[in-house]
């Protein structure tokens, strides 16, 4: 005789959300926002939260804030086209890549999982959507990276695989030192940060643009600037592919926000955009 015994997992519940602001009485887009869930699970298990922040369009619906939102904390280990999820409304999924160039997941991420390049040829690629090229001014980028060692490495790149890159958030160029560049009006713009990275640790990487000034931030803290007298905007020629690489370093969380409002954004929070944004 034989039987067939199935346990079914109960979905958690959300018993509360907060949504708190800097100033509740202006309620204006100037102030910082957070949100505090409070989250069980009957089965004890560990609930990871994902947040995608959105604002309501003109058709009755919502639209992300973000453009990428990949908090990575589902283990895809697979080379599926479109596997890796992105958590916004524009649905810019990834695709590892394929046998050996494929990343390692792990559940040791800043919140919940990452993923573990290999320093050499691993990578996720995102196909190129009119949401990845920035049509204003304004734009965020953010990760979070743990690298092992110094060496040159791509963070979150958009180009065709070589030398043409419209955009690159990259590690390792200048020591143990972040750098962003793109290509703009007025030619190639380089900014880099003015401190080093601490080795196996996990360290925010935030860069923002409004139109005239370029700024990093290391861990909340803002690092490095550069102002454009000219109101450079992003020269973005379109068919490039965003590619997210190795950093050097046992896993890397990327999130990424772009052609959007300015937002500056710090290393409070983690497996989504939920952090609290500093004045």
Known sequence: TSFSVESANAAPTINNVILNSTNPATN???QNLTVYLNITDADSLLVYNTTDWRIANVS???NSIAVLNMPFN???SISTPNA?????????NGTLGGDAEAPTWNASGRVGGAYMF???DD???INDTPSLNPGKTNLTFMAWIYPSSAGAGRILCKDNGGANRDYCLSWGDAGQ?????AIMTGGLHILDALIDLPLNAWSHVAVTYDGTTLKMYLNGTDDATSTFTDGATFDIDGGQQLVELQVDGRAVLVLALLDQEHHQECDDGGAGIDDELPA
């Open 28 to 30: 204006d887009t100037d």
């Open 177 to 181: 030192k972040p750098r962003f560049f």
């Open 123 to 125: 990578f996720i690629e």
């Open 74 to 76: 589902v283990n895809v």
């Open 60 to 62: 009755g619906g919502f």
């Open 118 to 120: 290999d320093a050499t």
């Open 84 to 92: 890796t999820r992105d958590y916004t409304t524009y649905q810019n």
